[in-house]
């Protein structure tokens, strides 16, 4: 059996047993076996980080005789790329994620560990997503043997090359991206945990445990969502520079996917921020951070279940039944549990607000309620991309046809919330500071700048959308609003956080808070820099082409031509034209004689490229033989003139392979004058060819002088439908970026300009985003990790004494 099937098998069994003994402890009370979960929770870690190691080392040596090495890269590939395949489709990925999960699970343990019975319950069900993972990985292996593939391939048959790795993800965003997004997933199955295990012990009539929990739920979230913001950042900086179209988003299925949980995440933290033990989101806070997972697994099958359509997809029925299944038992226990018992509780939080009708608006307007109607709009955004991505689903499941939803769609429906989100954010941090009346005042007067900026577009250039007869009356009114509306709202959220902050700050009486502050400042400012940065970079975006004859026969003119009243100018320079790979080793892609003899009469009629010594050299007047290696495998070729080969030396050839075709030979390959060669210059029909990659070397000007130089063109994969693939040659301007794209056909280029405003401006909100929440997780006073650390050695000490009997409270965090 393979090492990485017996390290999967192993640590299944691990798995399984520590969530048996889990379990069985958390239902009896009972601590018989408990010493042996940390050891089954390290070894299941050890066991999946090594079988993860495993399948790494499989493909750095290229070992084709993994079935899934074998589809997923290439000897061509750098060693960044070869690593990418580990987990560019579904059993790499599964496994990259379930030893993430391990490894959190571990940390969480021997973290905090699981004293009380409660404590017990949360880590059964971490533990037991691991196993259920792995459980996937035995149905579905990623170390399966080529054999799979070929099933009437002689034993030890390994293939010479690889079918390659996506072209599409051959760029480094993409290589970083998925791990970074299967972090925060991974750090979303804690919440998860403590969040069901809460709602599970409330209805077998135990206290619940989130208020003893809140710190850890607090930093597991956090720290989530920092990895889910960059994964989102990077997956789009990776369509800007690859896909060639100039824009960061697309509301493709899996943009929009990774969206979702990202959006519910952000509302699940204002709802955490603001819950109360046996008051204000009691129900809600833990529901919701239960839910969180469950998106992400939805985010996950919509990508390798194969039910939803993307470019991204790379389904597979197998896995992808698993993963709906996952989403089945997260959404129950994360989704539906806590509905219900919601509906079997009296809503106390309603009637709070129903007494607080009754003494009028004055009363409705408080930090708490103001943090509820935050939540809600982003509750709605979420539903927006929820329901977008769903509908064609639903539709085609329904009726049998396919329908696609279009991008308009989710801008429209989302501008007016984002909108609201961002006064909201202005009123709060306003309302803090100046109180009702003052604050009420600067609300009304922002809100009418809106209304006015949506009605005044000063050209055609400055609408949302164009609208069509027959559109519905929000696309109507939405798609005909100015892009001028947004000013106002980020300007007044930008205004109120930064008094806001300046007064905290003042106040705060030591460091750690005003970092946090900080911290919070730079969150909510990235956010309102990231909405105006978006719409302006797809309204105001500016292009023009123009064609430069004669390139790839060399009679260009180089002379400075202008592109179509864009405010360029372009100089061609040169093309080029490159084929990868450049002089491989002839046993990456040839067969040797004794591979031809080992997978026998399967090879009957194929067509083969052979490599080998010339041993000996038969000449006739219909043709010439050459032995390779002094075996019985010949080479071939028709005719009556003389090869250009000598004994001893080392060839290539490619050509139809006949077995048992004369008698003193075993195999031989038909070959042509045109398919044989040196090896170390083989012909270049014998040679596969992987990349094409042509080029058109470049300068780009503007009224000041130069801009940007280099080489944009295209990358063709031959052997993996022709698919192609931009390089796009970009200027990182402070204000404009310049995006140039050049494409080669019949020895014409076609080069287009591109201008891209506000794009620094979104990489800085960006950045602020990410530095923000982490300063936050690591400084904030009251959940920080720096307070955790200091605090943990007092929390054990207190959990040892208290223990969990007679209903004593979890240990605090």
């Known amino acids: 059996m393979n090492p990485g099937t017996v390290l999967l098998a192993l640590a299944f069994v691990a798995g399984l047993s520590g969530t ?100 017990k319950l949360i880590h059964a069900l971490t533990v037991g997503l691991v196993t259920y993972f792995t459980g996937m990985l035995l149905l579905q292996s990623p170390f399966a043997s080529v054999r799979t593939e070929f099933p009437n391939a002689p034993p030890g048959f390994v293939p010479t090359s690889g079918q390659g790795l996506n072209p599409l993800l051959v760029d480094p965003y993409m290589a970083i991206h998925p791990p970074v997004m299967f972090v925060s997933y991974a750090l979303l199955t804690m ?16 206290d619940g445990l989130f208020s003893a929990w809140i710190g850890s739920v607090t930093r597991w979230l956090r720290l989530g969502w920092l990895f889910l913001t960059a994964a989102v950042a990077l997956g789009g900086l990776w369509s800007y520079t690859v896909l060639g179209w100039g824009g960061i988003w697309a509301w493709d299925p899996v943009e929009t996917a990774i969206l979702i949980p990202w959006l519910f995440l952000t509302a699940t933290l204002h709802a955490v921020s603001n819950y109360r033990p046996g008051g204000r989101y009691r129900i809600l806070a833990p529901a919701m951070t239960a839910s969180v997972f469950a998106l992400a697994v939805y985010t996950t099958s919509v990508v390798r279940s194969g039910v939803f359509r993307s470019i991204h997809s790379f389904a597979d029925g197998g896995i992808g039944a698993a993963f709906l299944a996952l989403m089945a038992i997260t959404t129950v226990l994360g989704v539906l549990v806590p509905f219900t018992y919601w509906l079997l509780q009296n809503d106390d939080e309603a009637d709070e607000s129903a007494a607080a009708g009754e003494r009028g608006l004055a009363a409705w307007i408080t930090r708490s309620n103001l943090l509820h109607l935050a939540v809600l709009l982003f509750g709605l955004l979420t539903f927006v991309s929820l329901w ?107 205004f109120g956080i930064i008094k806001r902050t300046g007064g905290r700050i003042a106040a705060a009486a030591d460091r750690d808070t005003k970092l946090k502050e900080s911290g919070i400042t730079l969150i909510h400012v990235g956010a309102a820099l990231l909405v105006l940065s978006l719409p302006f970079m797809y309204l105001f975006a500016g292009q023009a082409s123009v ?3 004669g390139v790839a026969s060399g009679a260009v003119d180089t002379s400075q031509r202008d592109v179509g009243g864009s405010g360029y100018d372009v100089r061609v ?46 000449e006739g007047s219909q043709a010439t033989v050459l032995q390779l290696d002094g075996s019985q495998v010949w080479v071939g070729v028709p005719g009556d003139e003389r090869v250009d080969v000598d004994t001893g030396d080392e060839i290539v050839a490619r050509g139809q392979v006949r077995w048992e075709f004369v008698p003193t030979a075993d195999a031989i390959v038909l070959a042509g004058p045109q398919t044989i060669g ?54 990182r301007g402070p ?9 080669v056909s019949d020895g014409t280029a076609s080069i287009t300009v591109k201008r891209v405003p506000f794009a620094t401006l979104m990489r800085v909100s960006i950045v602020a985003l990410l530095v923000g929440m982490l300063l936050v997780f690591i400084f904030d006073p009251q959940h920080g990790v720096r307070t955790s650390m200091s605090a943990r050695s007092t929390d054990r000490e207190s959990a040892g004494a208290s223990g969990d009997a007679g209903g004593v409270a979890e240990v605090s965090d």
């Open 20 to 119: 048996a003994i889990l379990a069985r402890s958390y239902l009896r009370d009972d601590d018989a076996y408990l010493s042996l979960v940390p050891k089954l929770t390290a070894g299941t870690a050890v066991l999946l980080v090594a079988a993860l190691a495993q399948l790494t080392y499989q493909f750095v040596r290229l070992d084709y005789s993994n079935a899934y090495v074998w589809e997923n890269t290439a000897s061509y590939l750098s060693l960044l790329y070869r690593v990418t395949g580990v987990y560019a489709a579904n059993e790499g990925s599964v496994l990259l994620w379930a030893a993430i999960v391990a490894v959190v699970a571990l940390i969480a343990g021997l973290s905090r560990g699981f004293p009380t019975r409660r404590g």
């Open 388 to 494: 977008g991505l769903s509908f064609p689903v639903l539709r085609s499941s329904m009726t049998g046809l396919e329908v696609s939803v279009e991008s308009r769609y989710y801008n429209l429906w989302s501008f007016p919330l984002v909108l609201g989100v961002l006064l909201l954010l202005g009123f709060y941090m306003d309302f803090e500071r100046d109180g009702r009346r003052r604050s009420l005042a600067t609300l009304g007067v922002f809100a009418l700048a809106t209304l006015l900026g949506a009605a005044y577009a000063p050209s055609e250039t400055w609408r949302l959308a164009s609208v069509r007869p027959g559109d519905a009356l929000v696309y109507q009114v939405v798609g005909n609003a100015s892009a001028l509306s947004v000013l106002p709202p980020v300007a007044y959220a930008i």
């Open 191 to 206: 919440p998860f945990a403590i969040g069901a295990a809460h709602f599970i012990a409330l209805f077998r009539g135990d």
């Open 573 to 618: 320079l040169g093309y080029e034209q490159n084929e990868f790979p450049k002089d491989p080793r002839p046993g990456s892609y040839a067969l040797s004689p004794s591979q031809v003899l080992t997978r026998g009469q399967s090879l009957d009629t194929s067509v083969q490229a052979v490599h080998g010594t010339v041993t000996a050299i038969r």
């Open 678 to 731: 040196p090896a170390d210059s083989p012909p270049e029909s014998v040679v596969p060819t992987r990349v094409i990659a042509n080029g058109v070397s470049l300068a780009v000007y503007d009224d000041e002088g130069l801009v940007v130089s280099g080489v944009a063109g295209q990358r063709e994969y031959p052997q993996q439908g022709g698919l192609q693939v931009r390089d796009v040659l970009i200027d």
């Open 735 to 743: 204000l404009v970026d310049t995006y140039v794209i050049a494409g």
């Open 547 to 549: 064609m430069a004859t």
